[in-house]
């Protein structure tokens, strides 16, 4: 049974920061693609970060650039985003997504930036 389990969100402050990680299980995780997309209420999901299976490559879209980071352990099946620097615009569900052959999403963790 295929599963992605985001953990690590929660409530910070303006310029705080948090680390969400997604915990893969079912699947040739180390052969997948895998990404982090957000959702904000009314807002289309997107693409935050994405890192390449063996770890050689990242992207990101410039509202996160040099303030998230995407990261993977293929020993511990897990993927991981540190995000510095947050802003209430970061305010969003966020999932973890893998793709290759087929695509997987998890169900998602809140991340609520606030004073």
């Known amino acids: 049974q295929v599963q992605l389990v985001e953990s690590g969100g929660g409530l910070v402050q303006p310029g705080g920061s948090l680390r969400l990680s997604c915990a893969a299980s079912?699947?040739?995780?180390?052969?997948?693609?895998m990404s982090w997309y957000r959702q904000a209420p009314g807002k289309e999901r997107e693409l935050v970060a994405r890192?390449?299976?063996?770890?050689?490559?990242?992207n990101y879209p410039d509202s996160v650039k040099g303030r998230f980071t995407i990261s993977r352990d293929n020993a511990k099946n897990t993927v991981y985003l540190q995000m510095n620097s947050l802003k209430p615009e970061d305010t969003a569900v966020y999932y973890c997504?893998?793709?290759?052959?087929?695509?997987?999403w998890g169900r998602g963790t809140q991340v609520t930036v606030s004073s």
């Open positions: 890192i390449t299976s063996a770890g050689g490559s990242r």
């Open positions: 079912g699947f040739a995780f180390s052969s997948y693609a």
């Open positions: 997504n893998a793709n290759w052959v087929f695509t997987y």
